[in-house]
């Protein structure tokens, strides 16, 4: 009796997913199926896009025949967040902002647009060369959040083919 129990408090979460429309992203007719090789992002135009480029790529796959377009506007900021008593700068914040919209390219409507932001800390204290390096660091852990974001976004879209 007790076993009997247990397993339908089991099955409980499963029929309620059922219950409210729930569609595997991978599955038949799901979003992540849709845009698997299918998206033509657009050509980067400096180090951000280029690395949020990359990251969406891997995610979803380069197109040979493009069935959508994806256009990216990548706004970065950097803010000083903590200052010695010499007046120097020893950590920094950089702040992402894309703005995108993924276009059909057959009916040319937007099938999803939106906005993802997000940012990332690195620390300034040590050479120049090593700060440098936390920056670059930084830079990529940033776009590979928002990218992360962004293809999120595009299969919580729900789009099909």
Same mark, same amino acid.
């Given at each position: 009796? !007790?076993?009997?129990?247990?397993?339908?408090?089991?099955?409980?979460?499963?029929?309620?997913?059922?219950?409210?429309?729930?569609?595997?992203?991978?599955?038949?007719?799901?979003?992540?199926?849709?845009?698997?090789?299918?998206?033509?992002?657009?050509?980067?135009?400096?180090?951000?896009?280029?690395?949020?480029?990359?990251?969406?790529?891997?995610?979803?796959?380069? &197109?040979?025949?493009?069935?959508?377009?994806?256009?990216?506007?990548?706004?970065?900021?950097?803010?000083? !967040? &903590?200052?010695?008593?010499?007046?120097?700068?020893?950590?920094?914040?950089?702040?992402?902002?894309?703005?995108?919209?993924?276009?059909?390219?057959?009916?040319?409507?937007?099938?999803?647009?939106?906005?993802?932001?997000?940012?990332?800390?690195?620390?300034?204290?040590?050479?120049?060369? &090593?700060?440098? &390096?936390?920056?670059?660091?930084?830079?990529?852990?940033?776009?590979?959040? !928002?990218?992360?974001?962004?293809?999120?976004?595009?299969?919580?879209?729900? !789009?099909?083919?």
């Amino acid at each position: 009796m !007790l076993l009997r129990k247990c397993r339908f408090l089991l099955a409980l979460p499963l029929l309620a997913l059922a219950a409210c429309g729930f569609q595997p992203v991978y599955g038949d007719n799901g979003s992540g199926s849709a845009l698997r090789n299918s998206v033509q992002v657009e050509a980067p135009d400096d180090v951000y896009s280029y690395t949020l480029v990359r990251e969406i790529e891997t995610r979803l796959g380069r &197109a040979q025949a493009p069935h959508f377009a994806l256009e990216l506007t990548v706004a970065i900021a950097q803010e000083g !967040l &903590a200052i010695d008593r010499t007046n120097n700068t020893t950590r920094y914040n950089m702040i992402g902002k894309v703005d995108f919209i993924l276009r059909d390219l057959t009916a040319g409507q937007i099938e999803s647009s939106g906005t993802v932001e997000n940012f990332t800390g690195y620390s300034a204290t040590g050479t120049t060369v &090593a700060t440098l &390096a936390a920056e670059h660091d930084a830079q990529t852990r940033l776009m590979t959040m !928002l990218a992360d974001q962004i293809v999120t976004q595009l299969y919580a879209a729900n !789009l099909s083919r």
